[in-house]
């Protein structure tokens, strides 16, 4: 039969609030960040990066905020719209010494409601 | 602007039979990683290549193997495909090994 899938967490925001969507890593190494957005049915799609010399790193409505004592990340998107609606990924780089392979952390689904 | 093309987008296979997956990168990218991703799951990073070598391996089960070619597109081979085996795998290509941009995903069912 078919196999069930995990629910993922999610958030539900209505249109114009601000977002924050959170993220834990493990490996205290990591030093490249990246927040994804899937929607259905299609890769992910670049957001934003990190680097771990930096805390804090803004781009267009979001805005990535790197804890590197608690090992936590989080991805603020400010005045929500619809078309935010998706599975939202962070990402850590694996090994620095052979690319970009990433580790996926769990998804968060974020729903914008008007 | 080109993106990554995956071919095909859809395959539906039986139980223990092999199945064969494309990435073509774009025009000028050297680099591909491969992802598969369950139902409900985060993407899973299988296997890279960078200028046709292997550069990186991850949960890449022994039923599968990959490679790249001169022209730099990859192909994933996949043997003996079990129910579980049913997902999205995606390619990400780049330039010497930098940061992927995703393809649209091969959506594969085994029934």
């Known amino acids: 039969g078919e196999s069930v899938g995990l629910h993922l967490p999610t958030l539900s925001v209505q249109e114009g609030d601000n977002s924050i969507i959170n993220c834990a890593y493990s490996?205290?190494?990591?030093?490249?960040f990246i927040w994804y957005k899937q929607e259905s049915g299609k890769g992910p799609q670049f957001i934003i990066d990190i680097r771990s010399n930096m805390d804090k790193r803004q781009g267009q409505r979001v805005t990535v905020l790197l804890n590197k004592t608690v090992k936590h990340l989080s991805l603020q998107i400010a005045a929500t719209q619809p078309g935010d609606s998706a599975v939202y990924f962070c990402a850590e780089n694996r090994n620095s010494n052979s690319g970009y392979a990433l580790n996926f952390g769990k998804g968060t689904s974020l729903l914008v409601t008007p | 602007a080109a993106g990554v093309i995956q071919s095909p987008r859809h395959l539906i296979k039986e139980k223990r039979e092999t199945a064969t997956l494309k990435c073509y990168p774009i025009p000028r990218h050297d680099t591909v990683y491969w992802y598969q991703q369950g139902p409900g799951q985060d993407p899973q990073f299988l296997i890279s290549f960078y200028e046709k070598m292997q550069s990186d391996k991850g949960s890449i089960p022994d039923r599968f193997s990959a490679q790249q070619f001169s022209d730099y597109h990859s192909e994933l081979n996949m043997s003996s495909l079990e129910l579980g085996d049913s997902a999205l795998y995606f390619c990400a290509s780049s330039l010497a090994l930098g940061q992927g941009v995703f393809g649209p995903g091969t959506r594969l069912t085994v029934l």
């Open positions: 490996n205290s190494a990591s030093d490249y």
